[in-house]
Protein backbone atom coordinates (compact mmCIF):
# COMPACT_ATOMS: atom_id res chain seq x y z
CA UNK A 1 0.00 0.00 0.00
CA UNK A 2 1.31 3.67 -0.61
CA UNK A 3 2.07 5.55 1.74
CA UNK A 4 3.19 9.54 2.72
CA UNK A 5 6.76 9.85 2.88
CA UNK A 6 9.41 12.48 3.33
CA UNK A 7 9.56 13.01 -0.44
CA UNK A 8 6.60 11.78 -1.93
CA UNK A 9 4.74 8.32 -1.21
CA UNK A 10 6.29 5.18 0.35
CA UNK A 11 5.32 2.06 -0.21
CA UNK A 12 4.34 -0.36 3.21
CA UNK A 13 4.87 -3.99 1.98
CA UNK A 14 2.44 -6.24 4.17
CA UNK A 15 2.65 -10.24 4.31
CA UNK A 16 1.13 -12.88 6.60
CA UNK A 17 4.62 -12.23 9.44
CA UNK A 18 6.18 -9.12 8.38
CA UNK A 19 6.02 -5.30 7.42
CA UNK A 20 8.24 -3.34 5.52
CA UNK A 21 8.16 0.33 4.66
CA UNK A 22 10.29 1.07 1.30
CA UNK A 23 11.51 4.14 0.41
CA UNK A 24 9.43 5.73 -2.99
CA UNK A 25 11.96 6.33 -5.36
CA UNK A 26 15.44 3.43 -4.15
CA UNK A 27 12.81 1.05 -2.74
CA UNK A 28 15.54 1.03 -0.07
CA UNK A 29 14.27 -0.21 3.19
CA UNK A 30 13.68 2.34 5.88
CA UNK A 31 12.45 -0.40 8.47
CA UNK A 32 10.95 -3.78 9.06
CA UNK A 33 8.84 -5.14 11.73
CA UNK A 34 8.43 -8.53 12.33
CA UNK A 35 4.88 -10.25 13.81
CA UNK A 36 3.44 -13.23 13.19
CA UNK A 37 0.01 -13.61 11.80
CA UNK A 38 -0.67 -10.18 10.46
CA UNK A 39 -4.43 -10.31 9.45
CA UNK A 40 -4.91 -7.62 7.43
CA UNK A 41 -4.10 -4.49 5.54
CA UNK A 42 -3.17 -1.82 7.88
CA UNK A 43 -4.87 1.37 8.16
CA UNK A 44 -3.10 4.99 9.09
CA UNK A 45 -3.48 7.25 12.11
CA UNK A 46 -2.29 9.92 14.02
CA UNK A 47 -0.61 9.00 17.62
CA UNK A 48 1.09 12.48 17.62
CA UNK A 49 -0.01 15.60 16.24
CA UNK A 50 0.38 15.72 12.77
CA UNK A 51 2.53 12.47 12.83
CA UNK A 52 1.39 9.19 10.99
CA UNK A 53 1.25 5.71 12.28
CA UNK A 54 0.24 3.13 11.27
CA UNK A 55 -2.31 0.01 13.46
CA UNK A 56 -0.95 -3.74 12.50
CA UNK A 57 -2.67 -6.64 13.95
CA UNK A 58 -1.55 -9.49 14.33
CA UNK A 59 -2.53 -12.60 15.78
CA UNK A 60 -6.09 -14.68 16.31
CA UNK A 61 -8.51 -14.91 19.11
CA UNK A 62 -6.76 -14.50 22.21
CA UNK A 63 -3.63 -13.99 21.01
CA UNK A 64 -4.58 -11.28 18.48
CA UNK A 65 -2.52 -8.18 19.74
CA UNK A 66 -3.05 -4.66 17.76
CA UNK A 67 0.07 -2.16 17.75
CA UNK A 68 0.40 1.36 16.59
CA UNK A 69 3.73 2.39 14.94
CA UNK A 70 5.13 5.28 13.72
CA UNK A 71 5.19 5.59 10.13
CA UNK A 72 8.82 7.34 9.77
CA UNK A 73 10.65 4.95 12.14
CA UNK A 74 8.15 1.84 12.78
CA UNK A 75 8.82 2.20 16.51
CA UNK A 76 5.75 0.87 18.46
CA UNK A 77 4.10 3.76 19.56
CA UNK A 78 1.30 1.65 21.99
CA UNK A 79 0.32 -1.95 22.07
CA UNK A 80 -2.83 -3.61 23.03
CA UNK A 81 -3.95 -7.10 23.33
CA UNK A 82 -7.31 -7.67 21.97
CA UNK A 83 -9.13 -11.18 21.90
CA UNK A 84 -11.23 -11.72 18.82
CA UNK A 85 -12.73 -13.94 16.32
CA UNK A 86 -11.79 -14.20 12.57
CA UNK A 87 -13.89 -12.29 10.24
CA UNK A 88 -14.41 -8.86 12.19
CA UNK A 89 -14.80 -5.57 10.59
CA UNK A 90 -11.61 -3.16 9.95
CA UNK A 91 -10.54 -0.90 12.49
CA UNK A 92 -11.36 2.41 11.83
CA UNK A 93 -9.38 5.98 12.32
CA UNK A 94 -11.10 9.50 12.35
CA UNK A 95 -8.54 12.63 12.31
CA UNK A 96 -9.83 15.09 15.42
CA UNK A 97 -9.59 18.59 15.98
CA UNK A 98 -6.47 18.17 18.08
CA UNK A 99 -4.39 16.80 15.03
CA UNK A 100 -4.25 13.27 16.63
CA UNK A 101 -6.89 10.73 16.20
CA UNK A 102 -9.26 8.12 17.24
CA UNK A 103 -8.79 4.32 16.69
CA UNK A 104 -12.05 2.19 16.60
CA UNK A 105 -11.00 -1.67 17.45
CA UNK A 106 -13.72 -4.45 17.34
CA UNK A 107 -13.13 -7.15 19.84
CA UNK A 108 -14.61 -9.74 22.20
CA UNK A 109 -16.99 -8.06 25.09
CA UNK A 110 -14.83 -9.99 27.85
CA UNK A 111 -11.63 -12.28 27.64
CA UNK A 112 -12.94 -15.80 27.17
CA UNK A 113 -11.07 -19.09 27.01
CA UNK A 114 -9.99 -20.78 24.02
CA UNK A 115 -12.32 -23.30 24.35
CA UNK A 116 -15.30 -20.49 24.29
CA UNK A 117 -14.50 -18.55 21.22
CA UNK A 118 -17.55 -19.35 19.26
CA UNK A 119 -18.97 -16.48 17.03
CA UNK A 120 -22.29 -17.67 18.58
CA UNK A 121 -21.23 -18.01 22.20
CA UNK A 122 -19.81 -14.54 22.37
CA UNK A 123 -20.69 -10.61 22.32
CA UNK A 124 -18.65 -8.82 19.65
CA UNK A 125 -17.61 -4.90 21.44
CA UNK A 126 -16.54 -1.92 19.52
CA UNK A 127 -13.66 0.33 21.12
CA UNK A 128 -12.26 3.60 21.00
CA UNK A 129 -9.01 4.51 21.90
CA UNK A 130 -7.45 8.55 22.20
CA UNK A 131 -4.13 8.95 22.53
CA UNK A 132 -4.45 11.62 24.97
CA UNK A 133 -5.68 9.07 27.21
CA UNK A 134 -3.60 6.19 26.52
CA UNK A 135 -3.94 4.00 29.07
CA UNK A 136 -8.17 3.41 28.85
CA UNK A 137 -10.29 2.57 25.89
CA UNK A 138 -14.02 2.96 25.88
CA UNK A 139 -16.58 0.03 25.09
CA UNK A 140 -18.65 2.10 22.57
CA UNK A 141 -21.39 -1.19 22.06
CA UNK A 142 -22.18 -4.58 22.36
CA UNK A 143 -23.48 -6.44 19.03
CA UNK A 144 -24.20 -10.30 19.34
CA UNK A 145 -25.19 -10.01 15.26
CA UNK A 146 -23.31 -11.09 13.14
CA UNK A 147 -21.62 -7.95 11.43
CA UNK A 148 -21.52 -7.41 7.65
CA UNK A 149 -19.92 -4.15 7.63
CA UNK A 150 -18.59 -1.21 9.31
CA UNK A 151 -17.65 1.98 9.19
CA UNK A 152 -16.61 5.52 11.09
CA UNK A 153 -17.20 8.74 9.42
CA UNK A 154 -17.93 12.53 9.61
CA UNK A 155 -21.35 13.13 10.01
CA UNK A 156 -20.72 16.60 10.37
CA UNK A 157 -17.48 18.36 9.18
CA UNK A 158 -15.14 20.08 12.04
CA UNK A 159 -17.62 18.84 14.87
CA UNK A 160 -18.95 15.37 14.80
CA UNK A 161 -18.20 11.64 13.53
CA UNK A 162 -20.85 8.60 13.32
CA UNK A 163 -20.57 4.50 13.48
CA UNK A 164 -22.02 3.21 10.88
CA UNK A 165 -23.21 -0.75 11.34
CA UNK A 166 -24.49 -3.26 8.78
CA UNK A 167 -25.96 -6.34 10.85
CA UNK A 168 -27.41 -9.73 8.56
CA UNK A 169 -26.83 -13.14 7.79
CA UNK A 170 -23.18 -14.50 8.45
CA UNK A 171 -23.94 -16.62 4.60
CA UNK A 172 -24.69 -14.59 1.46
CA UNK A 173 -26.50 -17.68 0.68
CA UNK A 174 -28.82 -17.49 4.36
CA UNK A 175 -31.73 -16.23 4.24
CA UNK A 176 -32.31 -13.32 6.99
CA UNK A 177 -32.79 -9.75 7.55
CA UNK A 178 -30.15 -7.36 6.93
CA UNK A 179 -29.96 -4.13 9.53
CA UNK A 180 -28.09 -1.15 9.00
CA UNK A 181 -27.60 1.40 12.14
CA UNK A 182 -26.02 4.98 12.36
CA UNK A 183 -24.92 6.13 15.95
CA UNK A 184 -23.37 9.79 16.71
CA UNK A 185 -19.55 8.76 18.31
CA UNK A 186 -20.76 11.52 21.08
CA UNK A 187 -23.47 9.77 22.10
CA UNK A 188 -21.65 6.09 22.44
CA UNK A 189 -19.10 8.01 24.23
CA UNK A 190 -21.50 9.07 27.01
CA UNK A 191 -23.62 5.82 27.34
CA UNK A 192 -20.01 3.64 27.07
CA UNK A 193 -17.92 1.34 29.59
CA UNK A 194 -14.57 2.75 30.41
CA UNK A 195 -11.76 0.15 30.36
CA UNK A 196 -8.33 0.72 32.09
CA UNK A 197 -5.44 -0.63 31.05
CA UNK A 198 -3.18 0.56 33.47
CA UNK A 199 -3.59 1.35 37.23
CA UNK A 200 -3.88 4.74 38.68
CA UNK A 201 -5.14 8.06 37.32
CA UNK A 202 -6.70 10.91 38.60
CA UNK A 203 -10.00 11.12 36.56
CA UNK A 204 -13.20 9.64 37.20
CA UNK A 205 -15.02 7.52 34.72
CA UNK A 206 -17.54 10.27 33.95
CA UNK A 207 -14.65 12.68 33.79
CA UNK A 208 -13.11 10.21 31.08
CA UNK A 209 -16.53 9.99 28.89
CA UNK A 210 -16.93 13.47 29.60
CA UNK A 211 -13.66 14.55 27.83
CA UNK A 212 -13.71 12.33 24.97
CA UNK A 213 -17.37 13.51 23.91
CA UNK A 214 -16.09 17.05 23.65
CA UNK A 215 -14.08 15.28 20.81
CA UNK A 216 -14.65 17.22 17.29
CA UNK A 217 -13.74 15.24 14.16
CA UNK A 218 -12.38 17.17 10.96
CA UNK A 219 -11.53 15.86 7.01
CA UNK A 220 -7.92 14.81 6.22
CA UNK A 221 -7.85 18.03 3.87
Not at 22 to 39: I, K, N
Not at 94 to 111: I, N, P, V, Y
Amino acid sequence: MSVPGKGGEDLLLVSPDSCVLLEGQELAPRWTFSAPQVLRKPILGHYKPDTLAVVVENGTGIDRQIRLLDLSTGAVLWILALPGLPGYPPSASLLTADHRSAFFFWGLHELVGANQMEPGDTQHSLYMFHPTLPGVLLELANVSANIVAFQAALLEPGRHAACILLTGPASPDAPGLVSMAKHKVQDLILSSRVVHLTEGGADSDQDIRDRLSRLRYRSEA
